[in-house]
């Protein structure tokens, strides 16, 4: 299977940075899209940014110019680097993937467990 390790949420001043990392490990034969999508209380996962693995990205309107997605492929890892950040960015970010465990098999879509980040003064 695969796992998901997602780190680097935490608190930020309105303005300020944070990096979030998504590390995929176990049996992946290929990965393809990498995503992030947040989450609010009581509001439906929305989709922040995704990069397909020959790094094409694509981005919701409410962050265009201010978050940055990347990967490295030879590590499996994605990032997600969110600048002037502000209060509405508060939520929950999960990881989201695409693998393909067998060469012959198709993807699946695995999440991570979430990390929070909080943008406040």
């Known amino acids: 299977q695969v796992q998901l390790v997602e780190s680097g949420g935490g608190l930020a001043q309105p303005g300020g940075s944070l990096t979030l990392s998504c590390a995929a490990s176990g049996s992946i034969f290929r990965l393809y899209t990498m995503a992030w999508y947040r989450q609010t209380p009581g509001k439906q996962r929305e989709l922040v940014a995704d990069?397909?693995?020959?790094?094409?990205?694509n981005y919701a309107d409410s962050v265009k110019g201010r978050f940055t997605i990347s990967r490295d492929n030879a590590k499996n890892t994605g990032y997600l680097q969110m600048n002037t950040l502000k209060p509405e960015d508060t939520a929950v970010y999960y990881c989201?993937?695409?693998?393909?465990?067998?060469?012959?098999?198709?993807?699946?879509?695995?999440w991570g467990q979430g990390t929070q980040v909080t943008v406040s003064s």
């Open positions: 990069i397909t693995r020959g790094g094409n990205t």
């Open positions: 989201n993937v695409r693998v393909a465990v067998r060469f012959d098999l198709d993807a699946n879509e695995y």
